[in-house]
C-alpha cells in the first residue's frame, strides 16, 4: 500500500497536534495541525455531500490567497487525486 498526501498529513495531525501549521501572512492568522484539520474537514464533509467520493478526481482553480490551500487536502484525503491550478 501507498502513502498519500491526505495519509501524511492525518499523521503529522496525530502526532503534531499543537504545532503550528498554517500562517496567513496577509491576516497574521495562525492555525495549528488541529486547527487546520477542522478546515479541512470542513471541506471534506461539503465535498462528500457534493458527491465526492474515493476515486473520484477533482480539480480546483484558485487564486492565490491564504483560502487556496484548504479545497486541495479534502480532496487529496477523500478522492485521493487531485490537481491544483493557482492564478495570480
Excluded at 500500500?1 to 491526505?6: D, E, R
Excluded at 499543537?18 to 465535498?47: I, K
Aim: charged share 25%.
Amino acid at each position: 500500500m501507498y502513502v498519500t498526501i491526505g495519509d501524511m498529513f492525518s499523521q503529522t495531525v496525530r502526532k503534531f497536534p499543537m504545532r503550528e501549521a498554517v500562517v496567513e501572512v496577509a491576516t497574521g492568522r495562525r492555525y495549528t495541525y488541529a486547527e487546520w484539520e477542522v478546515e479541512v474537514n470542513r471541506w471534506a464533509n461539503a465535498f462528500l455531500e457534493a458527491g465526492v467520493r474515493k476515486g473520484d478526481r477533482v480539480s480546483t482553480v484558485l487564486y492565490n490567497t491564504p483560502s487556496s490551500p484548504p479545497p486541495c487536502l479534502p480532496a487529496q484525503k477523500l478522492a485521493r487525486c487531485s490537481t491544483r491550478s493557482i492564478f495570480g
